[in-house]
């Protein structure tokens, strides 16, 4: 083998000079980017402009597509070229974010004034996305060119763009208050906003209301801006003080209910017709919800929804009876699916000066009139020295006219025309270069006329242009005569301009018995000995007929109505409560309780019973200790229950029964009886209680209130009722260890049903 040749090392380059290097604690760098980084979220992305009420990409996205000249009037363009428009020269992130941004400008049922027009699928109320920006097109809408009015007249300032190769606005001239007209959301970072729609001409009412009044107050501006007027309608349940607060702080809220009526079907039954649904709830989820709910047994009144909508909304509830009152069973819907919403307001913006704050309803129309004011000033600055430019061109010209063959002679025969010109009749030289550049037929008599027409007019238009600069009433004049002007094109009767959402006071719901409801059927619960729950309609009398699954057997059947609450006692202490209408119908062998109520798995079900209020019961755990305890303390609110009987570790709860009595019987696992008063045990919301019964073996098997006058009783395997002679021997006081029970008491040493 050969060997092979050693390469000599190459030469080293000379070394690169070391980056410097910082030394600073972790925790202040880590402070400072993240600092940063937040304020680039806030400013950059997240919070509009309280002036044209934009966020960057949507005021970059409008721009740009002024740029591309797609002019309301004009053709449409693929919106494909418009987010790669934006995304080159404008707004450098991802192409679906910018599209995103687009989309939501077009829907009709996003905002309340559209500002791109969009021509293909740009998604729908039922959630669906839009198509890829590829198949569709766009170009501007009135409203759009409207904020974009005057950006050419160095109306607003501009900046460089990301790349310093181009120029784009820092805010738009924004010729209507689009902050509240279209509303924004957005999260920051530490900080977020949340601003409803409102109707264009109520704003524009309340603007020139304040530029009447200055220091008109909150209260004053309601008058004209009633509430939000979302662009899918419904109805504002919002009483007038929490809207006042609302508008007064710039933080607060309002419950948005979708909007219905009812159609008489004939034979006494009717359905219920929603025919706009709250902002921002999707159509299809909200079906689906609501088919949910039906199922589930929670909207007990519903007997099916439809949804029929075609370009308007229509969604059917039929309702099971039409006894049923319809106001009522909406109340019970609202409740219970986005039917009804909450849009929070968080008036959360950037200022003039680029810091966010939280404003009310007068700062912010205040801020708008203001940016106004300084477009205006600034376009009659730049119209005054566009005219001064003129001017100078036309007295040039004027003075060629007066001295017209000299003007000839110079150009034909002096070798530096221009600068003869200038020192000749004492013209700037733009002027001596306008008069060079004139054509031949502009040396005609009826060209001068015209130039002299001109001049008059454009000094006329000076002079008023100076006196509006100066002076600051004629500037509010100015800007409120545009502003009657736009509130034209947002005429309240036109379809654009008409107000959607109604504003009502909040209804008195605690006035509304949801009980009417459901409908009063007789039902038996039947609870197996292994926890599986089910009704069976009619109250059962042949409880042999009941089938349980291979294994099981019956525990409790209970005859209720289908209106009642079922309330259940564990041996965990803890008391649960069900509706009866909620629980599993009797085809098949039910539910698990434990599905139903968080009970653990080594838990049981005591005791059983309908929900009556006002009465007491014994309540009492295996190691003797028990209280009274008022059933309306017991009732429970949550799956989770209440605990009410404390059970000592290594116990458990073995007694819940009435105390309709005087007396009370108790007798325990080693078959000792006793009988004490009642008014011996404490009356209770909460405990572990007093002891009842001492125990040297086992502990209470079980306890009864009973009557003095009607006697003690038991009930015997065969469902007879036996009665307990010489009870009274029994008689001792509590916390006795008692005494042997009477024969023929049931070796279960249970009492038995009452």
């Given at each position: 083998m050969a060997r092979s040749k050693t390469k000599k090392p190459a030469k080293s380059a000379k070394p690169?000079?070391?980056?410097?290097?910082?030394?600073?604690?972790?925790?202040?760098?880590?402070?400072?980017?993240?600092?940063?980084?937040?304020?680039?979220?806030?400013?950059?992305?997240?919070?509009?402009?309280?002036?044209?009420?934009?966020?960057?990409?949507?005021?970059?996205?409008?721009?740009?597509?002024?740029?591309?000249?797609?002019?309301?009037?004009?053709?449409?363009?693929?919106?494909?070229?418009?987010v790669g428009e934006v995304m080159g020269n404008f707004h450098p992130h991802g192409d679906q974010a910018i599209y995103d941004a687009m989309v939501r400008l077009v829907q009709d049922f996003s905002v309340r004034v559209p500002l791109v027009d969009g021509q293909g699928n740009f998604g729908n109320i039922d959630g669906d996305n839009a198509a890829a920006m590829r198949y569709t097109e766009s170009r501007l809408t009135a409203a759009a060119q409207l904020l974009l009015d005057g950006i050419d007249e160095d109306t607003v300032d501009f900046r460089e763009t990301y790349d310093g190769d181009g120029k784009e606005p820092v805010v738009l001239p924004a010729a209507f208050p689009n902050l509240l007209a279209n509303g924004a959301n957005g999260i920051a970072v530490g900080m977020a906003t949340s601003i409803p729609p409102h109707n264009v001409a109520e704003l524009i009412d309340a603007s020139l209301h304040l530029i009447k009044m200055p220091k008109a107050r909150t209260e004053t501006l309601l008058n004209y801006v009633k509430g939000p007027d979302f662009p899918t309608g419904g109805v504002c349940v919002e009483d007038a003080a929490s809207m006042e607060e609302a508008y007064a702080t710039g933080r607060g809220g309002f419950r948005m209910r979708a909007r219905w009526?009812?159609?008489?079907?004939?034979?006494?039954?009717?359905?219920?017709?929603?025919?706009?649904?709250?902002?921002?709830?999707?159509?299809?989820?909200?079906?689906?919800?609501?088919?949910?709910?039906?199922?589930?047994?929670?909207?007990?009144?519903?007997?099916?929804?439809?949804?029929?909508?075609?370009?308007?909304?229509?969604?059917?509830?039929?309702?099971?009876?039409?006894?049923?009152d319809a106001a009522a069973l909406m109340e019970n819907v609202y409740k219970l699916t986005d039917l009804e919403t909450r849009f929070s307001l968080n008036l959360n913006v950037l200022g003039a000066d680029g810091a966010p704050r939280v404003m009310g309803l007068r700062d912010?129309?205040?801020?708008?009139?203001?940016?106004?004011?300084?477009?205006?000033?600034?376009?009659?600055?730049?119209?005054?020295?566009?005219?001064?430019?003129?001017?100078?061109?036309?007295?040039?010209?004027?003075?060629?006219?007066?001295n017209l063959d000299e003007v000839i002679r110079i150009i034909r025969y002096e070798d530096e025309p221009k600068t003869q010109l200038m020192k000749t009749f004492k013209l700037m030289e733009v002027q001596a270069e306008a008069i060079l550049n004139m054509r031949l037929r502009s040396l005609r008599k009826l060209e001068e006329m015209e130039i002299k027409t001109e001049h008059k007019g454009l000094k006329a238009e000076q002079k008023k242009l100076r006196a509006l600069v100066k002076s600051d009433d004629a500037q509010w004049a100015k800007i409120t005569e545009q502003l009657r002007d736009v509130r034209k094109i947002f005429d309240p009767k036109s379809d654009l301009g008409r107000r959607r959402t109604d504003i009502t006071d909040a209804p008195d719901i605690d006035e509304i018995d949801l009980d009417i409801l459901i409908e009063k059927e007789p039902v038996t619960v039947v609870l197996s000995e292994k926890g599986w729950v089910r009704t069976m309609k009619g109250h059962v009398e042949d409880l042999k007929s009941i089938k349980y699954k291979d294994g099981d057997r019956e525990g409790l059947v209970i005859p209720v109505q289908t209106t009642d609450k079922l309330m259940l006692f564990a041996t965990n202490g803890k008391f649960y409560t069900l509706d009866v209408n909620a629980l599993p119908g009797g085809r098949g062998h039910g539910e698990p309780i434990r599905l139903m109520v968080d009970m653990g798995n080594d838990d049981d079900v005591v005791a059983a019973f309908v929900y009556e209020g006002a009465r007491k019961f014994l309540v009492a755990s295996s190691s003797g200790h028990g209280f009274i305890a008022a059933e309306d303390d017991c009732l429970s609110n949550t799956r989770k229950g209440k605990q009410v009987l404390n059970v000592p570790a290594g116990a458990e709860a073995v007694v819940c029964r009435p105390a309709v009595g005087d007396m009370i019987a108790s007798i325990g696992d080693n078959k000792k009886f006793i009988v004490f008063p009642v008014a011996d045990l404490p009356e209770m919301t909460r405990g572990k209680g007093v002891v009842m019964q001492k125990f040297q073996k086992g502990g209470l098997s079980d306890a009864k209130v009973f009557s003095k006058k009607e006697g003690l009783t038991w009930t015997d395997r065969s469902g007879r009722t036996q009665t307990v002679d010489g009870w009274k021997s029994y008689a001792g006081k509590r916390a006795q260890a008692g005494r042997i029970a009477p024969k023929g008491f049931p070796t279960s040493k249970k009492f038995g049903e009452d």
């Amino acid at each position: 083998m050969a060997r092979s040749k050693t390469k000599k090392p190459a030469k080293s380059a000379k070394p690169e000079k070391p980056e410097e290097i910082f030394l600073e604690p972790f925790d202040e760098a880590l402070s400072q980017r993240y600092l940063a980084y937040a304020l680039s979220t806030i400013t950059a992305r997240a919070l509009p402009d309280v002036r044209d009420g934009l966020k960057p990409v949507h005021r970059r996205i409008l721009y740009a597509m002024r740029q591309m000249k797609l002019n309301p009037n004009g053709g449409f363009k693929k919106s494909a070229k418009v987010v790669g428009e934006v995304m080159g020269n404008f707004h450098p992130h991802g192409d679906q974010a910018i599209y995103d941004a687009m989309v939501r400008l077009v829907q009709d049922f996003s905002v309340r004034v559209p500002l791109v027009d969009g021509q293909g699928n740009f998604g729908n109320i039922d959630g669906d996305n839009a198509a890829a920006m590829r198949y569709t097109e766009s170009r501007l809408t009135a409203a759009a060119q409207l904020l974009l009015d005057g950006i050419d007249e160095d109306t607003v300032d501009f900046r460089e763009t990301y790349d310093g190769d181009g120029k784009e606005p820092v805010v738009l001239p924004a010729a209507f208050p689009n902050l509240l007209a279209n509303g924004a959301n957005g999260i920051a970072v530490g900080m977020a906003t949340s601003i409803p729609p409102h109707n264009v001409a109520e704003l524009i009412d309340a603007s020139l209301h304040l530029i009447k009044m200055p220091k008109a107050r909150t209260e004053t501006l309601l008058n004209y801006v009633k509430g939000p007027d979302f662009p899918t309608g419904g109805v504002c349940v919002e009483d007038a003080a929490s809207m006042e607060e609302a508008y007064a702080t710039g933080r607060g809220g309002f419950r948005m209910r979708a909007r219905w009526e009812t159609e008489d079907l004939g034979r006494g039954r009717y359905q219920i017709v929603i025919t706009e649904i709250p902002y921002q709830v999707q159509k299809s989820k909200l079906i689906e919800k609501i088919a949910e709910l039906i199922l589930a047994k929670k909207l007990p009144a519903i007997a099916d929804i439809r949804d029929e909508s075609a370009e308007d909304i229509r969604l059917i509830l039929e309702p099971r009876s039409g006894t049923i009152d319809a106001a009522a069973l909406m109340e019970n819907v609202y409740k219970l699916t986005d039917l009804e919403t909450r849009f929070s307001l968080n008036l959360n913006v950037l200022g003039a000066d680029g810091a966010p704050r939280v404003m009310g309803l007068r700062d912010v129309l205040q801020a708008y009139l203001d940016h106004r004011k300084e477009v205006l000033v600034r376009g009659a600055k730049f119209r005054l020295e566009k005219i001064a430019r003129r001017l100078e061109i036309l007295d040039g010209f004027l003075i060629a006219y007066l001295n017209l063959d000299e003007v000839i002679r110079i150009i034909r025969y002096e070798d530096e025309p221009k600068t003869q010109l200038m020192k000749t009749f004492k013209l700037m030289e733009v002027q001596a270069e306008a008069i060079l550049n004139m054509r031949l037929r502009s040396l005609r008599k009826l060209e001068e006329m015209e130039i002299k027409t001109e001049h008059k007019g454009l000094k006329a238009e000076q002079k008023k242009l100076r006196a509006l600069v100066k002076s600051d009433d004629a500037q509010w004049a100015k800007i409120t005569e545009q502003l009657r002007d736009v509130r034209k094109i947002f005429d309240p009767k036109s379809d654009l301009g008409r107000r959607r959402t109604d504003i009502t006071d909040a209804p008195d719901i605690d006035e509304i018995d949801l009980d009417i409801l459901i409908e009063k059927e007789p039902v038996t619960v039947v609870l197996s000995e292994k926890g599986w729950v089910r009704t069976m309609k009619g109250h059962v009398e042949d409880l042999k007929s009941i089938k349980y699954k291979d294994g099981d057997r019956e525990g409790l059947v209970i005859p209720v109505q289908t209106t009642d609450k079922l309330m259940l006692f564990a041996t965990n202490g803890k008391f649960y409560t069900l509706d009866v209408n909620a629980l599993p119908g009797g085809r098949g062998h039910g539910e698990p309780i434990r599905l139903m109520v968080d009970m653990g798995n080594d838990d049981d079900v005591v005791a059983a019973f309908v929900y009556e209020g006002a009465r007491k019961f014994l309540v009492a755990s295996s190691s003797g200790h028990g209280f009274i305890a008022a059933e309306d303390d017991c009732l429970s609110n949550t799956r989770k229950g209440k605990q009410v009987l404390n059970v000592p570790a290594g116990a458990e709860a073995v007694v819940c029964r009435p105390a309709v009595g005087d007396m009370i019987a108790s007798i325990g696992d080693n078959k000792k009886f006793i009988v004490f008063p009642v008014a011996d045990l404490p009356e209770m919301t909460r405990g572990k209680g007093v002891v009842m019964q001492k125990f040297q073996k086992g502990g209470l098997s079980d306890a009864k209130v009973f009557s003095k006058k009607e006697g003690l009783t038991w009930t015997d395997r065969s469902g007879r009722t036996q009665t307990v002679d010489g009870w009274k021997s029994y008689a001792g006081k509590r916390a006795q260890a008692g005494r042997i029970a009477p024969k023929g008491f049931p070796t279960s040493k249970k009492f038995g049903e009452d």
